[in-house]
């Protein structure tokens, strides 16, 4: 069996987790399977060389900052290959350019464009364990490049298609996948499989344990896909496709996303183009736009209100602000949040969403904007009731039981 394995940054922290995960690919290597492993960087070393471009300028150009943090990576490629190797193991470390990694300019953000999988799959034949450094690639100029933050998911998952590896197994500090964030609930409930569908709004909604980009590949690829520990043998959630018993479980997770921003803009003119201007503006510099809702517009004007990555919001402000001929007044708000539930289940069940807002009105918390899609429904509410309401909600769809 072909297994990729990727261990994030919690699992790789220190020397003894480096050591520690060298053991377990070893005895994956001992029972017979070759392994391919996708490694993150140090916990903290990504923020740390973040921080250290910081103390120059708040506005680093974004190739220099790729060439600094995919030096995170090949820290650990190459510390966890020579651990295997001083126990005896045939081991080689790959930056993402030797792995085969080509990706598109977007530098910080950068798209997987093509494996060539020539080297890997050499080396696999020649014995050794591979281990690349994930979350980056390299453009056609031969920049080096990175995925966006918690890109060595999508390393792994990319790797595993391009491989034809038999499964992929995500590797942190959780045995798998659970019901909501353990660290928000502790009677939340570990799930056996989810659908991809599921995971990949889990993870776009603000669930951090996969990155959603990640699910999305899984998904297209239909790659096996596992979320396991580096500290337990516990086999773990499957991520898989979605079968006709999932569809019987109303809910299953809810998550609650801190990164986000709500602009309301008052008064805008209500004519045919605007929404289209301003939309456009902000996908121009790459700002991801969520929960959008327009009003009926009265006597020529309308208001707009929608959310952005807390991350963007000074930008967003920036961008707005050209557009004071078209728009009266704006106010931004960065003390918000969004709780979301998800399930397949909802396509077959309704009252989902009426149970979302009672649980929200029953704890006296005002929802600001709503969206819902087949599968999921999200509340913009105040940041200092999100943990509140994503235990309410995870106690009124039961899902501790
Ligand atoms: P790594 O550093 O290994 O990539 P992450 O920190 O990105 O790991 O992801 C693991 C964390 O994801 C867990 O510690 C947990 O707090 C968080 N998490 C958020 N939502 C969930 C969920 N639904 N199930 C499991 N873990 C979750
Ligand atoms: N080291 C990168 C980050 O912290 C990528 C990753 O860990 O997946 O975002
Ligand atoms: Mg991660």
């Known amino acids: 069996m072909l297994v990729v394995h990727k261990y994030g940054g919690t699992s790789v922290g220190d020397l003894d987790r480096i050591e520690n995960v060298a053991n377990r690919v070893a005895k994956a290597r001992e029972a017979g399977d070759n392994i391919v492993v996708v490694v993150s960087a140090m916990s903290g070393e990504t923020n740390k060389l973040i921080g250290y471009a910081d103390h120059f ?34 081991a080689v470390a790959m930056s993402g350019r030797q792995a085969g990694i080509v990706t598109d300019n977007a530098h910080t953000y950068a798209r997987i464009e093509s494996i060539d999988p020539t080297a890997m799959n050499s080396a696999i034949e020649a014995g050794n364990i591979v281990v690349v450094a994930g979350f980056q690639g390299i453009n056609k100029d031969g920049s080096v490049t990175t995925l ?7 390393s792994a998952v990319a790797l595993a298609g391009a ?14 996948i659970y019901t909501t964030d353990p660290r928000i609930e502790p009677n939340a409930k570990k799930l056996e499989t ?11 909604l603000g669930a951090k344990v996969l990155q959603n980009r990640s699910v999305e590949l899984a998904k297209k690829l239909k790659v096996k896909l596992y979320a396991k520990s580096s500290f337990s043998d516990d086999i773990g959630t499957l991520i898989t496709e979605e079968s006709e018993n999932m ?20 008064g805008v003119s209500d004519r045919p183009g605007i929404a289209a201007e301003i939309f456009t503006k902000l996908a121009n510099e790459n700002i991801n736009v969520d929960m959008i809702i327009q009003n009926m517009g009265t006597d020529g004007s309308t208001n707009l209100g929608f959310t952005v990555p807390q991350s963007e919001h000074e930008n967003a402000k920036e961008l707005m602000a050209t557009f004071d001929h078209d728009i009266e007044g704006m106010d931004f708000d960065e003390h918000v949040c969004k709780v979301s539930v998800v399930g397949v289940g909802m396509k077959s069940h309704s009252g989902v969403a009426a149970t979302a807002f009672t649980v929200l009105a029953d704890a006296n918390i005002n929802i600001q904007m709503i969206s819902t899609s087949e599968i999921k429904v999200s509340m913009v509410i105040d940041e200092k009731y999100g943990e509140l309401a994503i235990r309410a909600l995870h106690e009124a769809y039961e899902l501790d039981k």
């Open 57 to 90: 300028t708040s506005t680093p150009a974004k190739k220099e900052m790729d060439m600094l943090l995919s030096s995170g990576e090949r820290v650990t490629a190459a510390l966890l290959s020579i651990a295997l190797q001083s126990k005896g193991f045939d």
């Open 163 to 176: 491989l034809g590896a038999d499964q992929c197994e995500i590797y942190s500090d959780v045995d798998g």
């Open 247 to 266: 569809e019987e479980v109303l809910v299953a997770g809810v998550v609650l996303d801190k990164n986000q921003a709500r602009v309301t803009l008052r």
């Open 194 to 204: 989810i659908s991809y569908d599921e995971m990949l709004e889990l993870s776009s």
């Open 148 to 154: 966006g933050r918690g890109g060595s998911d999508l």
